[in-house]
C-alpha cells in the first residue's frame, strides 16, 4: 500500500502559479507511474498530466500543455505538477494517482491504484 497526500492547492489570480506537490508514504515510490487528475464541479475527473516511474516519459493534455509541468524526485518520494498561467478553467480539486510496478504512463482512471485526497484550485479573475 502507499499513501498518497497532495499540497499546494489554493486560491490564485489568473495568469498566476502554483505547484502541487503530492508525497508518498508506505512504499518506496520509485517504481510507481503517476498522474494527475482534477475534477471540476458537475464535470467528470480528467487527465491532467502523467509521469513514468523514471520521469523520463510524461504526458499532457491539450488544455495544459506548454503551462503545466509534471516532474518527480524519488528520492523524496515526491511528484510536482508546477502550474503556470493558470486560467478561468483551471480551477478543480486536483488528484494525484499511482500505479504500482507501472513501466509506462496512463491516462484512465480505472489504471490507477492508489488516490490521493485532492487539492483544491481556485483562480480568481
Known amino acids: 500500500q502507499v499513501q498518497l497526500v497532495e499540497s499546494g492547492g489554493g486560491l490564485v489570480q489568473a495568469g498566476g502559479s502554483l505547484r502541487l506537490s503530492c508525497a508518498a508514504s508506505?512504499?518506496?515510490?520509485?517504481?510507481?507511474?503517476v498522474g494527475w487528475f482534477r475534477q471540476a464541479p458537475g464535470k467528470e475527473r480528467e487527465i491532467v498530466a502523467a509521469?513514468?516511474?523514471?520521469?523520463?516519459?510524461?504526458y499532457y493534455a491539450d488544455s495544459v500543455k506548454g503551462r503545466f509541468t509534471i516532474s518527480r524526485d524519488n528520492a523524496k518520494n515526491t511528484v510536482y505538477l508546477q502550474m503556470n498561467g493558470l486560467q478561468p478553467e483551471d480551477p478543480a480539486v486536483y488528484y494525484c494517482?499511482?500505479?504500482?510496478?507501472?513501466?509506462?504512463?496512463?491516462?484512465?482512471?480505472?489504471?490507477?491504484?492508489?488516490w490521493g485526497q485532492g487539492a483544491p484550485v481556485t483562480v480568481s479573475s
Open positions: 508506505g512504499r518506496p515510490f520509485s517504481s510507481y507511474a
Open positions: 509521469i513514468t516511474w523514471s520521469g523520463g516519459s510524461t
Open positions: 494517482a499511482a500505479r504500482r510496478r507501472a513501466p509506462y504512463y496512463y491516462l484512465r482512471l480505472d489504471e490507477y491504484d492508489f
